[in-house]
C-alpha cells in the first residue's frame, strides 16, 4: 500500500515526540483518522465531545508538560470550535499544533459543503499557519508547524483538502522538492543575555531599598533561583495568577497573589517599592503596577517583544527566566536590611489570618471560600490543580494553597470560561500517576460538561469539584461594582451537577454544610475513577479585592440603589465581609 499525505503528516508528528492528540472525527479529515487509527498503538487519539475541549485539552496538556499540545478538527465548524481554545493558547504563549481538514480542493471557494478557509480564519491566531498544497507538501508543513509553534511558544495551524489526505505522496512533487530534506532536530537557542546587560541589570538592582520580584508563568521551574534572589534582596515575590506555582505559598519570601485576584500584602509591595524585577511576567493589568517613574525596572523575558510591555525598564534581559537568574545571582550584593521584607511578612501573616477565618466559616449558605480551603489542605503535594474564570478563580488564588510539586494554571490573559474540565483531562492524560483535581464554577462547567463523559471512556481519575451558586457571579459583582449597575440576566437556572455526572457513568456527591465538606471531599479524593463533588453555596459572597477603592464603594452603593436583585442579602453579605476585615 502506498504511502498517503495523512501517513506522512502523522509519521512527521510522531518524529517530533507527539504521542496524543486530542479531537473528533469527521468527513473533512477521514483520510487523517484513518493515519492515526493505523498507528493507534505508537500514537494516542483522545475523542472528547467539543472541538473546544479538544484546543482547550492541547492548551493545558502543552501548559503542564512544556512539549507540543495537537488538536484535530474536520472542516467547518469542526475547525472553527478550535478558535478560543486556541486563543487561550496564543495569549499566554503555549504551544499548540492545530490539525484541521477541508473540502475537496477543485470545490473550494465554489459554496460547497462546510467551504469555510480556515488557514484564512486561523491568520490571527497562528504564529504559523498554512494550506497543504498537495501530498509532496505535508512534510515540509507540518514539520514547519511543530518547529514554529514550540520555537515561538504559540499556536500552529495546518489545513489539508479531504481529497489530498489519501493521496500518494509520490504524485505531485516539483523538482525542487526534494524528498525528506527538511529536519525534525529543534535546535533551541541558550536564551542568555549578554554579560553587559547583566552588570548593568546587577547594578540597578544593588541600589535597592524597596524591591519588590514579580515572577509569572515564565518563572514556573526557577523556584530555587526565586527564593535564592529574594533573599539576596530582601525582596517579596508576588505572583500573577498564571505563577502562582512558581514558589509555594508558604514560603517566606511571597506575599501571594497579585491584582483583583491578590492579597492586600501584596499590593502594599508594589504600592511602596522602589525597585521592581519582572521575571517572566506580562501581567496585563496596568492599574495594579507601581505608578511609573515610582520604581526602577529590571525585566527577564525570553520574548523580546514583551520587555516593557507593562511598565517603563531600564534594563531588559532577554532570555529563559530560570538561565538569567543563575547568571544574575553572582553579580548581586545581599542587602543587610531586612526590614522592608520584614514588613511584607508581617503584611502576609495579617492576610492569612483573614483568609483562615474566610475559610472555616460555618455560616449557611456555605461559603465558596470553605470549599477551596477544604479542597487546598487536602491535596497531595504532587497534585495539579486547573480552575476556570470567574468568582471561582478568586476562590483558588487566595484559599488553595501551593505546596511541593504541585502545578496550577487556568486560562490567564484570554480569561475564557469552560476551560477548567478540559484542562484537568489533558493534565491526566500526560501524568497519569498525578492527582488532577479541576476547581470550577457552575457556569462554566455547564458550557462544556459533556467532556465528563471523556473522563469516563478514558477512565481518568480527575476529581471535579464545581461551586455552584446558580449564577454567573464574577460577572453579577462587575455589572455592580466596575458601573453601579444592578444586576442583569445573570442568574442561572440550576443544574443537579451530582446527577449529570453519575448519567455520564462517574461518581457524583453534593455538599450543601459547612460542618461536612472536608469529609466529602476527602471521600471523593479517595474515590478511584472520575468524580464531581458539587458544593451548594452562597450566591451573595462576592470576590472581593485585597483593596476597595472609594470609586468600587460608590459603584456597588448605587447599583443596589437602583435596583439590584437581593439587595438586601447581598448589603448584609458585603457588610460583614468587610467588617470581618476591619476587626
Given at each position: 500500500m502506498k504511502t498517503t499525505?495523512?501517513?506522512?503528516?502523522?509519521?512527521?508528528?510522531?518524529?517530533?515526540?507527539?504521542?496524543?492528540?486530542?479531537?473528533?472525527?469527521?468527513?473533512?479529515?477521514?483520510?487523517i483518522i484513518e493515519a492515526f487509527r493505523k498507528r493507534q498503538d505508537r500514537i494516542r487519539f483522545i475523542q472528547v465531545r467539543h472541538e473546544e475541549a479538544a484546543a482547550f485539552a492541547a492548551c493545558g496538556y502543552a501548559k503542564f508538560t512544556g512539549r507540543l499540545g495537537?488538536?484535530?478538527?474536520?472542516?467547518g465548524p469542526g475547525g472553527i470550535h478550535l478558535l478560543n481554545g486556541l486563543y487561550d493558547a496564543k495569549l499566554d504563549g503555549v504551544p499548540v499544533l492545530a490539525i484541521t481538514g477541508l473540502q475537496f480542493h477543485d470545490l473550494l471557494n465554489t459554496e460547497t459543503q462546510q467551504d469555510v478557509e480556515l488557514d484564512k480564519l486561523f491568520i490571527d491566531v497562528c504564529k504559523y499557519n498554512n494550506r497543504i498544497m498537495g501530498p509532496a507538501h505535508t512534510e515540509n508543513v507540518v514539520e514547519l508547524a511543530c518547529r514554529a509553534a514550540l520555537a515561538y511558544r504559540g499556536v500552529a495551524h495546518v489545513t489539508?483538502?479531504?481529497?489530498?489526505?489519501?493521496?500518494?505522496?509520490?504524485?505531485?512533487?516539483?523538482k525542487r522538492n526534494r524528498p525528506h530534506h527538511v529536519s525534525d532536530i529543534w535546535a533551541e537557542s541558550a536564551h542568555i543575555p549578554t554579560d553587559a546587560a547583566i552588570r548593568k541589570a546587577a547594578e540597578l538592582l544593588n541600589q535597592r531599598k524597596k524591591p519588590v520580584i514579580i515572577a509569572g508563568r515564565g518563572a514556573v521551574g526557577a523556584r530555587k533561583e526565586l527564593e535564592e534572589i529574594a533573599e539576596i534582596l530582601g525582596a517579596p515575590i508576588v505572583k500573577p495568577i498564571l505563577g502562582k506555582a512558581c514558589v509555594p505559598d508558604d514560603s517566606p519570601y511571597t506575599t501571594g497573589g497579585v491584582g483583583l485576584l491578590g492579597t492586600r500584602p501584596s499590593q502594599d509591595a508594589l504600592e511602596g517599592c522602589d525597585t521592581l524585577l519582572i521575571v517572566g511576567s506580562s501581567f496585563p493589568y496596568i492599574e495594579f503596577y507601581p505608578k511609573p517613574g515610582q520604581a526602577r525596572c529590571v525585566q527577564i523575558e525570553i520574548d523580546p517583544l514583551r520587555i516593557g510591555l507593562r511598565y517603563p525598564v531600564e534594563v531588559g534581559l532577554v532570555g529563559d527566566s530560570l538561565r538569567v537568574l543563575r547568571r544574575l545571582i553572582p553579580h548581586l550584593d545581599r542587602n543587610p536590611d531586612r526590614s522592608w521584607l520584614q514588613q511584607a511578612q508581617?503584611?502576609?501573616?495579617?492576610w492569612q489570618k483573614l483568609m483562615e477565618e474566610r475559610?472555616?466559616?460555618q455560616d449557611m449558605p456555605m461559603k465558596p471560600q470553605v470549599?477551596?480551603?477544604?479542597?487546598?489542605?487536602?491535596?497531595?503535594?504532587?497534585?495539579?490543580?486547573?480552575?476556570?474564570?470567574?468568582?471561582?478563580t478568586t476562590w483558588a488564588a487566595r484559599h488553595i494553597n501551593i505546596r511541593g510539586e504541585?502545578?496550577?494554571?487556568?486560562?490567564?490573559?484570554?480569561?475564557?470560561?469552560?476551560?477548567g474540565l478540559p484542562y484537568a483531562i489533558g493534565a491526566q492524560v500526560a501524568y497519569p500517576d498525578r492527582q488532577v483535581v479541576a476547581f470550577v464554577g457552575d457556569g462554566g462547567l455547564s458550557m462544556l460538561m459533556a467532556e465528563l463523559a471523556t473522563a469516563v471512556k478514558y477512565k481518568l481519575p480527575i476529581k471535579i469539584v464545581v461551586i455552584k451558586n446558580n449564577t454567573l457571579g464574577q460577572i453579577k459583582w462587575e455589572q455592580m461594582v466596575f458601573l453601579g449597575n444592578p444586576e442583569y440576566v445573570c442568574d442561572l437556572q440550576p443544574i443537579d451537577f451530582a446527577m449529570v455526572a453519575r448519567a455520564c457513568g462517574a461518581t457524583g456527591l453534593s455538599v450543601e454544610r459547612p460542618e461536612e465538606c472536608g469529609r466529602v471531599i476527602e471521600q471523593a479524593l479517595a474515590t478511584p475513577g472520575p468524580v464531581l463533588v458539587e458544593a451548594v453555596v452562597d450566591p451573595h459572597e462576592p470576590p472581593m479585592p485585597p483593596k476597595i477603592r472609594a470609586e468600587q464603594a460608590l459603584h456597588f452603593?448605587?447599583?443596589?440603589?437602583?435596583?439590584?436583585?437581593?439587595?438586601?442579602?447581598?448589603a448584609l453579605t458585603v457588610a460583614s465581609d468587610t467588617v470581618r476585615e476591619l476587626v
Open positions: 499525505a495523512s501517513d506522512v503528516l502523522v509519521e512527521t508528528l510522531l518524529a517530533w515526540g507527539v504521542d496524543t492528540v486530542f479531537g473528533i472525527p469527521g468527513d473533512g479529515i477521514n483520510g495537537v488538536c484535530v478538527a474536520t472542516s489539508m483538502p479531504v481529497d489530498m489526505q489519501e493521496m500518494p505522496v509520490d504524485e505531485m512533487r516539483s508581617q503584611g502576609k501573616a495579617e475559610g472555616t466559616r470549599v477551596a480551603h477544604e479542597l487546598g489542605k487536602r491535596l497531595r503535594d504532587d497534585a495539579i490543580i486547573a480552575t476556570d474564570s470567574g468568582t471561582i504541585q502545578m496550577f494554571s487556568l486560562s490567564g490573559n484570554l480569561a475564557t470560561m469552560a476551560c452603593a448605587e447599583s443596589l440603589a437602583r435596583g439590584t436583585p437581593h439587595r438586601g442579602k447581598i
